[in-house]
């Protein structure tokens, strides 16, 4: 097995009880990037990010250096938005960076905002999570009376001021625009793209970057040893480190910092340091590869590498990076029935399909599994998926079937309808049988 | 030709739409440039007048623009070049399909009991789109059937399809956010705050724009079925805006206003007042027959006995001597040709000048009509819109609308010179208070500020910033009466410095009574003539058609109501006007009715003042009659009749011929159609407006008098205002004009609902607006201008060309100077403002006594209102708002009855505190019922003092509560 030995970057602290303290994070090296981000020119800043091939870690997967790079020219004021709403079932990464590592993410920021020139930058933090909440107020404060957030930082010149804010509870506000919303007292709803592209008309219709908390936790790492040492991370196209976050029916569940591109789903799952294999020595029956919202991988996609070029031809994503894996005893009719509950429990309601199409496949799913199903569910299930997501509807390669790559498409204002469409399309695909089994018995064959 | 403009500069995007090349506008929306073009895309929460969502997804199609089709909302899309639309693809037809169903899915389908049925876009495209049954086998979502979410309009949350145009409406287009989405995914309704309604002026609105049955207007709901209405283009003659109306009936009842579109004037929005006061004319209250004074009583007669008896009385009075012995108050509720016959009557058969369509509660006729004007769109254009009138939210409420669009969509800024704080102060840039009767003095220090040695805080001072805002390129103030508790001149006098300082500056009327500046126009005010024109400088020209006038100008309703006073008026004739509730000083009104010889009033309500007249006229009231009538920029649009009036009521028009013929006079008006031709024919300012003109798409949009420069740069947003053709579309919100039968004026042309597609302001803009050089006072200007050439010298020759040619292109000229009148009168110049009378000073500032301010609230004891049974309870009552600075020296607390006394009466109000209102001043609004607020004025002071006190007697002085 070709488990990477690379020491790890941004859990490195984790270990340690006080990193989430100033003095903790100073001493093991904190705020060192920020010193040296500051002696060079933001344009030189942009250049080591955009070297590192740092790919955002919120679901899109897009290259941080190459999106600061779109915001339009002298446009100012510009913002700068932290995305910690972390909310997507499964994915329970940004957490512990914000509770255990504040100062690293905010090192990150500092150096980001330096970078874009932004004029304020707001941390966003998901409404439930207390802890990483307090840490961060209490890590922006010690941060602002050490001098390194406030005015002329660190004797540079250079002011920023960091707002703290946190949600109310929505997965929804988690998406970028819908994120922009809520911080500006809105309710919170995406926005339609085009034309409401952050880095175009953002917060408050400004030029504005929206990354997630792990994303930027990489940055003080890259700025103190380089974009290129990051990059030589990885293979060519998947470069560097991520935490995944394993959960579901493993040996050890858990957020694990894995080498990219080297590193497999295989090696995620049954590698001694990683997931240890499944649980009571189970077989696997399939896992969700990149957070609920992806389309199932089934075990013949097991060795695929943790690499977004190969894995979205493949069919599906690595999203925001949790891997949920279930074993023979789950059920397929109530794992699919689930995962839509949660995405029509979170449909903000702002556009048709998502609104009345999420629940309406909730209703129908909930009927199967409760043994009131019909021979005709199946397609409509479909079909109405269809007028949610046009198909053909993204899927790896099985049973001498082509793969159908990602993304998705979608009536829809934002991919959270279409995220409603993959447990009931990947849960058809394979396990059309188990459904047909509910619907002719009356009911759910695992009790 | 087709080479020729491509060779040209293109100015077009060519896109294809299903297979067909078409052009759109640069920045046009696809949705809108398929629908210019023929091609329907349906849709629910596209509106354009208001920002796209793109949230219903029902305009999905499948759009190219060169990366391979893709689905994409139409009504978020701006066209490009080349781009390529097909609304008609399988995986367009098929998403419709789906979002149809999904609509569908939850929908109570109850169209049978829904007013929506018939004349609903679910209804229709479901027809049209849908599917024929439901695969949806699941419960149903469920609501409390209707909810009532203000005083008239209830929502109905089942049926709601959630298209965010109420909200958006509320929040952006009205400014009042009171109605927002609430909860989530399936469970997503729209709903009020708690404990908080949807206490909009503009909440009807919503109601029209819902393309389902869930907002329903309680004063139209369960009334009439939309396949049994039957529907006339108008004008709403509730305020001086002029707000286009779709005007409904069934069964020869109104039962329903709807907006429509028009560029110019109110975009399909009205206000609520002006949506549901028909109520009034169905009212059982209505004159439907004349009455006569028998003693005590009036008791019901025949036509033929009240019009003996009201000849009588006029014969009588017109044998003896006196300018004023017989008088005319009022006229602003009339239409323009109902005007014109009774300024015609006054002037030959009655033989008095002594004619007032205002009463005592707006400006001089002179500076209404002689400043320079403005359009609605050249005020919305300028730089800086100067507000010096009263809180226009209440009294004129879609110029509110269109004012606030302005400043917040389109970077006017608002400077506001007020008493106290009014609905657009939270709109101003800056926002300045003046003392009642000092107006001039504000004005003058601001324009002798010096705007350059700013010291510091410059920014922060908002005098500085208005002082820097009036040296603006293009200014336009808005012009009215702040309040009735201080003499206009001060606000003339204001005007008048600020037409010295800025050459360029032009005048929006903010006179509020329906038809104010149509009764100005055609002579309805002392010294003036049809028109626009003096009674000393257009003697000569009316004489010859219309025999000896008067030899010199009358008195004003003020002077009237005194000489009526003092018993030297013997026969008042009161003509819509009840000077008891609407002349500022009570006591003069009451007065003047008691010492009149005679009254005479024609209504069509027995008002207060009514009651004490000899003779009450019935008249047929607004619904009831066609002819037209003119808004506050001197914009003439039609009214048309839809259902008949009760009893034997009549126009005001056929009155004054009646009692013209009877006085044995002949006023040679037959018919509607008579009158408005005599108007273009001898009326110098509205020469050219013909009948066929205004019955044309041209008139569509209302014709506006005499040379009005437009604001030519002003153009709406394209995302804000495609525009639609005025007011069409699948979608109720927008009437279905061509269905508008046309009828009375005598033309059948019909409005052409392409005719939407103008620029605004179109017919009469003159390109760049016009340097203003000459007199612009006097409403004409100089230089070359279209349609202007050698024809119009010709015209110019003789009044007998001037008949012979008709058309609408003519623009007449001034008369050329004295040398070459020959024996057939000139035409005579318009009326030029000769600046402010002498104005009285106001007392000097003591330390006991403060100013009283007085205006109008939209929902008054007015008589519309009043009749109104879902707006009566609406109208918030008096109470005497004070800066709690200046409640304290009395020891008492906001909520306790305090007694107010001035020079003319005492009054006790509940007292409320308001930091609105300066130290210095008080507020109790006007007209409100068990308001005093006339009762403490005395049109003979120049400001009204006041003084407050405890009121032991009345109340408990202690408690606060
Ligand atoms: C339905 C939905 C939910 C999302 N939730 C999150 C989230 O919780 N956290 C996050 O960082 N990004 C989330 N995103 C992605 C963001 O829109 C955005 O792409 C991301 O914050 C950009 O940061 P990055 O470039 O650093 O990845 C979500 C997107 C969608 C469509
Ligand atoms: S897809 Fe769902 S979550 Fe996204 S905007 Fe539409 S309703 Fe809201
Ligand atoms: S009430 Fe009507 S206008 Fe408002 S969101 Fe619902 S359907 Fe749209
Ligand atoms: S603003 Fe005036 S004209 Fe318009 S609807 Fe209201 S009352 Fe009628
Ligand atoms: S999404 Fe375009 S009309 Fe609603």
């Not at chain 1, 690293?104 to 970078?115: D, F, R």
């Not at chain 2, 009014?422 to 220090?445: C, K, N």
């Not at chain 2, 309805?524 to 025999?547: D, N, Q, T």
């Amino acid at each position: 097995m070709a488990v990477s030995d690379r020491s790890p970057i941004v859990t490195t602290r984790f270990e340690r009880g006080d990193a989430h303290t100033l003095e903790g994070y100073l001493a093991t090296g904190g705020y060192a990037g920020l010193r040296k981000a500051l002696a060079m020119t933001p344009d030189e800043v942009i250049e080591q990010v955009k070297a590192a091939n740092l790919q955002g870690r919120g679901g899109a997967g897009f290259p941080a250096g190459a999106k600061w790079s779109f915001l339009p020219k002298d446009v100012f004021p510009r913002y700068f938005v932290v995305n910690g709403d972390e909310s997507e079932p499964g994915t329970c990464k940004d957490r512990p960076l914000m509770e255990r590592d504040p100062h690293q993410l905010i090192e990150g920021l500092l150096i980001s905002c330096y970078a874009v020139r932004a004029s304020q930058a707001f941390i966003y933090v998901r409404g439930e999570m207390a802890l990483a909440q307090e840490r961060l107020a209490i890590a922006l404060n010690g941060a602002y009376a050490a001098g390194y957030i406030g005015k002329d930082i660190l004797g540079s010149g250079w002011s920023l001021d960091v707002i703290l804010h946190w949600g109310a509870g929505a997965y929804i506000v988690g998406e970028e625009t819908a994120l922009i919303e809520s911080l500006e007292g809105q309710r919170g709803m995406p926005r339609l793209k085009p034309p409401y592209f952050p880095a175009a008309k953002g917060l408050y219709m400004q030029p504005t970057v929206v990354n997630n908390v792990e994303t930027l936790s990489y940055i003080p790492w890259v700025m103190q040893h380089g974009g290129e040492a990051y990059a030589a991370i990885g293979t060519e196209k998947a470069t560097g480190l991520r935490l995944f976050a394993l959960s579901g029916h493993v040996r050890r569940p858990g957020v694990y910092e894995v080498e990219m591109g080297t590193t497999t789903f295989r090696d995620l799952v049954e590698a001694p340091v990683y997931g240890g294999g499944m649980r009571h020595g189970n077989k696997l029956k399939a896992f969700v590869p990149g957070g609920a919202s992806a389309p199932w991988f089934y075990p013949e996609q097991l060795d695929l590498p943790l690499d977004s070029s190969v894995v979205g031809p493949a069919g599906s994503m690595l999203g925001s990076g949790a891997v949920v894996i279930m074993d023979e005893t789950t059920c397929a009719v109530r794992a699919a029935w689930r995962l839509v509950r949660f995405f029509a429990h979170e449909s903000c309601g702002k556009c048709t399909p998502c609104r009345e199409g999420a629940s309406w496949i909730e209703k129908i799913l909930r009927r199967i599994e409760k043994g009131n199903g019909r021979e005709e569910d199946l397609d409509l299930l479909l079909d109405v998926g269809d007028n949610i997501s046009p198909g053909p509807f993204p899927r790896p390669a099985v049973d001498g079937e082509e793969a159908v790559p990602f993304p998705y498409k979608q009536t829809t204002i934002c991919p959270l309808g279409p995220s409603t469409v993959s447990p009931v399309h990947s849960s058809i695909l394979r396990f059309r049988d188990e459904y047909r089994i509910h619907i002719k018995e009356g009911g759910c064959p695992y009790g | 030709m087709a080479e020729q403009t491509e060779q040209a500069e293109k100015t077009t995007v060519t896109i294809t739409v299903d297979g067909r090349q078409v052009e759109a506008q640069p920045g046009e929306l696809v949705i809108a440039a398929a629908e210019r073009h023929g091609v329907y895309i349906p849709r629910f929460c596209y509106h354009p007048r208001m920002r796209s969502v793109g949230m219903c997804r029902m305009c999905v199609v499948e759009i190219d623009s060169g990366r391979g089709p893709a689905l994409q909302p139409a009504c978020m899309l701006p066209v490009a070049e080349g781009m390529t639309v097909d609304t008609q693809s399988a995986k367009s037809k098929k998403v419709q399909d789906g979002v149809l169903e999904f609509l569908l899915i939850n929908h109570p389908l109850d169209c049978p009991v829904c007013d929506k049925g018939g004349e609903c876009p679910l209804q229709d495209q479901t027809l049209a789109f849908g599917p024929g049954e439901s695969r949806f086998v699941e419960e149903k979502r469920h609501f409390a059937k209707p909810i009532a979410i203000s005083e008239l309009v209830y929502l109905d949350r089942e049926r709601c399809i959630l298209c965010d145009r109420c909200t958006r409406f509320a929040n952006e287009v009205a400014g009042d956010p009171l109605i927002s989405f609430i909860d989530r995914g399936n469970h997503t309704q729209i709903n009020t705050f708690p404990d908080e309604p949807f206490a909009s002026y503009f909440s009807g609105n919503t109601v029209q724009i819902c393309p389902v049955g869930a907002l329903l207007a309680k004063p139209y709901r369960f009334r009439a079925r939309p396949w049994d209405l039957d529907q006339v283009e108008s004008t709403c003659t509730s305020c001086s805006v002029g707000c286009r109306i779709a005007l409904q009936s069934s069964s020869n009842r109104l039962v329903r206003k709807l907006g429509v579109d028009v560029d110019p004037v109110n975009w399909g929005w009205l206000c609520d007042k002006g949506r549901f006061d028909f109520e009034a004319i169905n009212s059982d209250d209505r004159l439907g027959a004349p009455l006569v004074r028998q003693g005590e009583e009036l008791a019901q007669a025949s036509w033929a006995e009240a019009l003996a008896r009201a000849t009588e009385a006029l014969d009588r009075a017109g044998r003896r001597p006196g300018r004023e012995s017989i008088a005319v108050l009022g006229g602003a509720r009339l239409g323009n040709e109902d005007a014109y016959a009774w300024s015609k009557l006054a002037r030959t058969v009655l033989g008095t000048d002594s004619v007032d369509a205002q009463l005592g509660d707006g400006l001089p006729a002179q500076a209404v009509l002689g400043l320079p004007r403005a359009t609605i769109d050249a005020a919305c254009g300028a730089d800086t819109i100067v507000l010096l009138g009263p809180d226009l939210k209440e009294e004129l409420p879609v110029l509110y609308l269109r004012l606030r669009d302005a400043v917040v969509n389109r970077g006017a800024k608002l400077v506001e010179l007020s008493p106290v704080e009014t609905g657009m102060t939270r709109y101003a840039t800056a926002s300045l208070r003046y003392r009642p009767g000092e107006a001039a003095q504000l004005v003058r220090s601001l324009l002798e500020l010096r705007t350059g040695d700013d010291r510091g805080n410059g920014a922060a001072d908002p005098r500085r910033q208005a002082a820097e805002l009036l040296r603006a390129d293009s200014v336009v103030c808005v012009l009215g009466r702040p309040s009735l508790a201080e003499a206009p001149e001060p606000v003339c006098e204001a005007a008048a410095a600020l037409v010295d300082a800025l050459p360029g500056i032009s005048f929006l009327s903010a006179l509020r009574r329906a038809n104010v500046h149509g009764a100005l126009d055609m002579g309805l005010a002392p010294g003036l003539l049809p028109g626009r024109v003096s009674l000393e400088k257009g003697r000569r020209w009316f004489s010859r058609e219309w025999g000896s006038l008067p030899s010199e100008p009358g008195l004003d309703a003020t002077g009237i109501l005194e000489a009526a006073a003092n018993g030297r008026v013997a026969c008042l004739v009161l003509l819509g006007a009840d000077p008891l509730a609407d002349f500022p000083d009570r006591d003069l009104a009451r007065r003047a009715l008691a010492g009149a010889g005679s009254v005479i009033a024609v209504d069509s309500f027995l008002t207060d003042s009514a009651r004490q007249a000899d003779v009450v006229l019935a008249a047929s009231s607004f619904g009831e009659k066609s002819g037209t009538t003119t808004n506050l920029e001197g914009r003439v649009s039609r009214l048309h009749q839809k259902v008949t009036a009760p009893g034997t009521a009549r126009a005001d028009w056929m009155i004054a011929a009646e009692l013209a013929f009877r006085l044995g006079g002949d006023l040679g008006l037959d018919s509607l159609e008579a009158v408005w031709d005599e108007i273009e024919r001898l009326a110098p300012s509205h020469q050219g407006i013909t009948r066929e003109r205004l019955s044309s798409p041209e008139g569509f949009d209302g014709i506006v008098v005499g040379d009005v420069p437009d604001a030519s740069d002003h153009q709406a947003p394209p995302s804000m205002a495609q525009s639609d053709s005025p007011g069409i579309s699948g979608v109720a919100g927008h009437v279905k004009v061509d269905t508008l039968a046309s009828t009375g004026m005598g033309s059948e042309a019909r409005p052409d609902p392409q005719s939407g597609d103008q620029p605004a302001g179109a017919p009469e803009a003159l390109g760049q607006a016009a340097t203003v050089t000459g007199p612009r006072g006097m409403g004409y200007t100089e230089g070359e201008e279209p349609g202007a050439g050698a024809e119009a010298e010709a015209v110019e020759a003789t009044v007998e060309a001037e008949h012979g040619s008709g058309g609408g292109e003519d623009v007449f000229r001034p008369s050329g100077g004295g040398g070459d009148q020959g024996t057939t009168p000139q035409r005579p110049p318009l009326l030029s403002w000769a600046g402010p009378g002498t104005t009285r000073p106001p007392p000097p500032r003591d330390r006991y006594s403060l100013r009283l301010v007085s205006s109008r609230r939209l929902y008054d004891d007015g008589t519309l209102v009043h009749h109104s049974p879902s707006l009566a309870p609406l109208a918030a009552g008096a109470h005497l708002r004070v800066h709690p600075g200046d409640l304290q020296p009395l020891g008492v607390s906001s909520g306790t009855r305090v007694g107010i006394t001035s020079s003319r009466g005492r009054a006790v109000l509940e007292a409320v505190t308001d930091p609105g209102v300066p130290q210095g001043t008080v507020f109790v609004a006007f007209n409100q019922p068990g308001s005093a607020a006339s009762g403490l004025i005395d049109v003979g002071q120049p400001v009204t003092e006041v003084r407050l006190e405890t009121t032991p007697q009345d109340g408990d002085p202690g408690s606060g509560g």
